[in-house]
């Protein structure tokens, strides 16, 4: 208990005495009192014929004050004891000492030393009335209250009638012992904490605390020239302890609402005192944190507007479990966090305060103690909005945005993601149009991919970033969409507008590392926090950032939470976890030396595979619909397959729903890359992928990755003149379209464009401007796409199957020397299509491909070498039948027409 918690002593009082510089408030009490045991809870509102209790309430009475008038200047307090007081009505007066005086009798009518919340306001407040003394005569009236000491004996009256009385012989007179006073001011350990930085409880020594005489009253406003106590009518100066220290004693019965008048130069702000209010975190919460469950944690820590104990204001909660102390700073206190200190709950490592009066839009970070004594300003990790970059500062938020998209949110979870048909368009929002905001790009972006056909669009990551050459794959605000472009609710704003155009929203999350800004994450309380505590282990050795700590609770709850945080806050469908094989592996870019195995000996990080697994069934659990997906480059078994199926290295699965296929896109760009003359020395790298299509369920990826640093853009990747290079493109994405898997695409190549991407300039729009000569080539491409969308979509054996043997058969994968590639793709009904891709740059006239009997007659659906596209228009427009000459193995075969570098699509006539 704090030293103003000490209970009433019967000794008469006498001078203070100072705290031992080394006591703390839990250890010492002050001058001298001990401490009294603190009582959960008691109203303030108490019957005046109850005695003061030798053991004062503790919590303050929770009704509402009346409106506080006007503030005042008080008469200053001498110090240190009793505060001026000024009421409405004086207190009764000191008996005259001339008589015998006999104790006052306790008034039977129960008072309140303010109004109650239920109080009508119209009506002027009842008077605070100060507890009886348990001396003799009654307190006097405060304009003449005598400071506390030994009080003087006065001569009986020459009136009064004398008592008889033996003589008795001369004695040496009994010294009076001298007077106990219980001082509010703070003892210098305390101040001392508070002015460095490191006090864990300042609730406990700020505020209002019953003590023997009354309540204490305890502030810390930094450049304030005086505070005054407002309760109801109720008026009383602190005395001014220095270095911003202002404390008084109040003759009250229980601590009431109040509120402290704050004098400033030149004015006086009448405020709520943020050292009143109990925790405004429970320990639910509390014990959810600790235990590194809490799935929603951004309702927990963070910045929180919200209405605390009939007050509205902001809770701050930040996990910084090494720190010696925190404090809040921003624009609210003109970032001096030194009068805002914040209190540690229990041994969770969460520090907490309540902020009345501050509200959305306010700038915040949080200045924390190292164990060293030194120093941090740190934004704070649960961010909900951040300032714009290069700026860092946290700022106050509260959504209020209403969805438009339950209809989407029906439907969505009716089909699993790997049996749905599933074409994605990848782009960087920041750079697809520049300039645009969220709002803006609400406007463009849905019409836009609708029209191409593509069913989800895959955004680049979205968390804030400080680095915009990252193109956002190092995070610092986790929990806060990129100011850049707008707010959070102009996010989704966006995301809405998507869904109600019929296209999903997925976003690339980066749950692996983060930067080393000395602002953000990196040894956030002094110590290695997020990140491992192993420099071999937390140091990333490709991008020079951090890898978190999978292993501490803390930080797997700090990840996991923020998945579920971006599909409920913001309607997301999926998430595309990012650089995955490196959280798999401890040697991932390690030499020999440099890591350690695991407990078994083995380079699995088990840390990292428990997250992914946790992760993903709670996402799953929490968010149906929604799916995940892992990007990852090595042939680690069972990525998509269920967290509690074992496979054969030990393992459960990892339990993503979809996995990109790494392999299928660096063997197909490379065969791409080759003139067709040597095409036939590589035909395995566009067969090898069927070898391993069912092993995961697969996405077919040619991203962001694959058309910078050098790669060149993907027609820039194909061989030949500008004719040839198209069509080699456009053979090449009607190929992609047919194999097993989903697809994904990156902006700019939907339309040829020449150029790498870059984060500064976009996509070359221009090329579609019909005043440019080649507009037609880069159209006819885009046409293409949006082509090979529609009767994608309106074909399930192109994607229903994509993940079974049996919705694919090779009709030819061998012939090499033709580089030419033929198979079927069926549908749960059995409906067949029939993809031919030509990558030679001949005409193969007559080409004969072994089919199925049951079908009669086969029609072109699909040429890329349509007169449209920008092709030879090099066509079969008419039905093809059958023969009965056996072919590739099967009973029957057709002729067909193949148009050089091209992909043909035949569908049953």
């Not at 129960?110 to 239920?118: E, G, K, L, Q, V």
């Not at 069913?455 to 680049?460: S, W």
């Not at 797997?556 to 490196?582: K, M, P, Q, T």
């Not at 480059?633 to 979809?658: K, Q």
Request: proline share 12%.
């Amino acid at each position: 208990m704090a030293p103003a918690d000490a209970p009433e002593s019967t000794t008469p009082p006498s001078p203070p005495t100072a705290s031992a510089p080394d006591q703390t408030p839990a250890e010492a009490p002050e001058s001298g009192i001990p401490p009294a045991p603190a009582t959960a809870s008691e109203s303030t509102t108490r019957p005046s014929t109850a005695p003061p209790s030798p053991t004062p309430p503790a919590s303050a009475d929770t009704s509402k004050p009346a409106a506080p008038p006007t503030p005042t200047t008080a008469p200053n307090l001498p110090a240190p004891p009793t505060a001026p007081v000024s009421a409405p009505a004086p207190l009764p007066a000191a008996a005259d000492t001339s008589e015998p005086t006999t104790p006052a009798t306790p008034s039977t009518e129960p008072t309140s030393p303010i109004p109650s919340a239920s109080a009508d306001a119209s009506k002027p407040a009842t008077p605070a009335s100060p507890p009886t003394a348990p001396a003799p005569a009654p307190l006097p009236t405060p304009a003449d209250a005598p400071q506390l000491a030994t009080p003087p004996t006065s001569p009986p009256s020459a009136d009064a009638p004398q008592l008889a009385t033996p003589p008795t012989p001369p004695t040496s007179p009994t010294p009076t012992p001298p007077a106990i006073t219980i001082s509010p001011a703070l003892n210098a350990t305390d101040r001392d904490r508070l002015l460095h930085g490191t006090h864990h409880a300042p609730h406990s020594v700020l505020g209002a605390h019953p003590v023997p005489g009354g309540v204490a009253f305890r502030v810390f406003r930094p450049f304030a020239l005086g505070v005054t106590v407002v309760a109801g009518q109720l008026r009383a100066e602190l005395h001014d302890d220095g270095d911003g220290f202002f404390s008084g004693l109040v003759p009250l019965q229980g601590v009431p609402e109040y509120r402290l008048a704050v004098a400033y130069e030149g004015t006086v702000q009448e405020v709520e005192d943020a050292y009143r209010f109990l925790p405004a975190l429970g320990d639910l919460d509390l014990h959810l944190i600790g235990e590194g469950r809490h799935e929603e944690l951004w309702q927990a820590l963070g910045a929180r507007p919200m209405t605390h104990q009939g007050v509205a204001g902001t809770r701050f909660t930040v996990w910084a479990p090494d720190a010696q102390g925190v404090r809040l700073a921003g624009t609210f206190n003109f970032w001096d966090g030194t009068g805002a200190p914040l209190r540690s709950l229990g041994g969770t490592g969460v520090w907490e305060v309540f902020m009345p009066g501050i509200g959305e839009g306010e700038l915040y970070k949080f200045e924390i103690t190292r164990p060293d004594g030194s120093k941090t300003l740190r934004a704070d990790p649960m961010a909900r909005r951040t300032e714009v970059p290069p700026s860092t500062s946290s700022i106050i938020h509260a959504s209020h945005y209403e969805w438009n998209d339950d209809a989407w949110l029906a439907q969505r979870a009716e089909v699993p993601a790997h049996e749905a048909a599933f074409s994605v368009y990848e782009l960087h929002l920041a750079s697809w149009r520049p300039g645009l905001t969220y709002r803006q790009l609400a406007e463009q972006l849905p019409a836009y991919v609708k029209d191409l056909g593509f069913t989800h669009v895959e955004m680049m990551p979205v968390a804030e970033h400080p680095y915009g050459g990252s193109w956002g794959y190092q995070v610092t605000g986790f929990y806060a969409p990129t100011a850049r472009l707008g707010t959070p609710d102009d996010f989704k704003f966006l995301v809405d507008a998507l869904h109600q155009a019929g296209i999903g929203v997925l976003m690339d999350w980066v749950p692996a590392h983060f930067p080393r800004d000395d602002w953000a994450l990196a040894e956030f309380d002094g110590r290695p926090l997020y990140e491992h505590e192993d420099p071999l282990r937390a140091a990333h050795p490709d991008w020079g950032t951090l890898e978190f700590d999978f292993g501490r609770r803390e930080v797997r709850n700090f990840l996991v939470a923020n998945a579920v945080y971006w599909c409920e806050e913001f309607h997301i469908d999926g998430l595309r976890v990012d650089a995955v094989a490196s959280m798999l592996y401890l040697d991932y870019s390690r030499e020999p030396g440099q890591w350690t195995p695991n407990e078994h000996g083995g380079r699995e990080n088990l840390d990292a595979v428990a997250f992914l697994q946790e992760m993903n069934a709670t996402v799953y659990r929490r968010v149906p619909g929604v799916v995940t997906i892992a990007e990852e480059s090595t042939a680690w078994d069972g990525v998509t397959r269920a967290t509690h199926h074992i496979g054969p290295g030990g393992f459960g699965g990892l339990g993503f729903g979809l996995k990109w296929n790494m392999g299928w896109m660096h063997d197909s760009l490379d065969y791409m890359s080759h003139e067709p003359v040597h095409r036939k020395h590589h035909h395995g790298e566009m067969t090898f992928s069927m070898v391993y299509a069912y092993s995961e369920n697969y996405v077919l990826p040619i991203s962001h990755d694959e058309v910078v640093h050098g790669k060149r853009s993907l027609v820039s990747k194909m061989p030949g003149d500008w004719w040839q290079q198209r069509a080699n493109l456009r053979a090449y994405l009607a190929f992609m379209w047919a194999h097993p898997g989903k697809q994904l695409l990156f902006m700019g190549q939907e339309f040829a464009q020449g150029a790498e991407w870059s984060e500064t300039h976009g996509p070359d729009w221009w090329l579609l401007d019909p005043a440019y000569g080649a507009e037609a080539d880069h159209r006819g491409v885009r046409d293409l796409v949006r082509d090979l969308n529609t009767v994608y979509r309106h074909t399930p054996a192109l994607w229903q199957l994509d993940t079974d043997p049996a919705g694919f058969q090779w009709i030819t994968g061998d012939a090499s020397e033709d580089n030419v590639f033929a198979f079927l793709r069926y549908d749960t009904d059995g409906s067949p299509l029939l993809a031919v891709s030509n990558f030679s740059p001949v005409v193969r006239h007559g080409y004969r491909l072994g089919t199925p009997d049951d079908v009669p007659a086969w029609h072109e659906t699909l040429n890329t070498d349509t007169a449209l596209y920008g092709g030879g228009d090099i066509t079969n427009p008419d039905p093809i039948k059958p023969e009965p000459q056996p072919w590739h193995g099967r009973p029957t075969s057709i002729r067909v027409t193949l148009p050089p570098l091209a992909t043909v699509w035949l569908r049953p006539a």
